[in-house]
């Protein structure tokens, strides 16, 4: 997948987003819009995120919580203000939101409960550092940053508005979400690396 560049010098708003992006990964994030180089993101990661996809979309059949892959607009005021002026456009690689009160038609607004990011060369530094102070600071209980070439994931939990230090784990067995309970990944379903 492509780096993430910023895509100039001007205070972007959700408004100006819904006239520009077209593409997959686009985000504005207090205000500095971020676009993805080409090319799209790899095989092997499409294939990570369609897995961790399909195994909570099927654990979570016939209840409440919705999951969603990008892209998908998670739209995070800072404040109680318009949808316009909202300065904060993300699109995790998997989200799952319990509170369907937050969906509407464009997609979501405020926080979700889960959010996993795969991590490729090119985005991992922008996943880890820029991404990530976005989710502390909206809230966002539980962060998966998944490295397929690491063969981790590493497990980034709030308490008291902060995110404790991570727990990081092989991409072997299973692991539990805490955020949302009865969700479970089993790792050994990834594809081959």
Known sequence: MGPMRQRDMQHHTYADYLTWSATYGEEVIDGIAYVREPPAPSRLHQEVVGEIHRQIANSLQGKRPRVYAAPFDIRLPKDGGADDQIDTVIQPDVTIVCDLHKLDERGMRGAPDWIAEVLSRSTATYDRTTKLRVFE?????????????????????????????????????????????????????????
């Open 137 to 193: 600071r909206a809230g966002v209980p539980e962060v998966w940053l998944i490295d397929p070439a690491d063969r981790t994931v590493t497990i980034h939990r709030i308490a008291d508005g902060q995110y404790r230090p991570p727990v990081v784990l092989e991409l072997r067995g299973q692991t539990a979400m805490t955020a949302v309970p009865g969700v479970t990944i089993d790792w050994d379903y990834l594809p081959a690396m």
